[in-house]
């Protein structure tokens, strides 16, 4: 039993590594920034380890949440 729950704490802190990895500008690193219609400079990003795709909000270098993205004007 001690065996199973190590593996699985090793799967666990390996998500966690994953999910904190690196941003990389996105389309092979070809996005360029670029100015929204409410004025917020972003850059759509790449995590390569995870394979999620964000934008950044260049002002104060957060991912912007999904939830947020209308208030940017960005997404449907």
Not at 47 to 65: E, M, N, V, W
Request: proline content about 4%.
């Amino acid at each position: 039993m001690a065996m199973i729950e190590t593996l699985k704490q090793a799967l666990d802190t390996e998500e966690k590594r994953r999910a904190q990895s690196y941003w990389l500008p996105a389309s092979g690193g070809t996005e360029q920034p670029f100015t929204t219609k409410t004025g917020n400079r972003v850059q759509y990003m790449c995590q390569p380890l995870t394979g999620k795709h964000a934008y950044l909000d260049l002002d104060s270098d957060l991912i912007i949440a999904d939830e947020d993205l209308a208030s940017y004007g960005l997404g449907a």
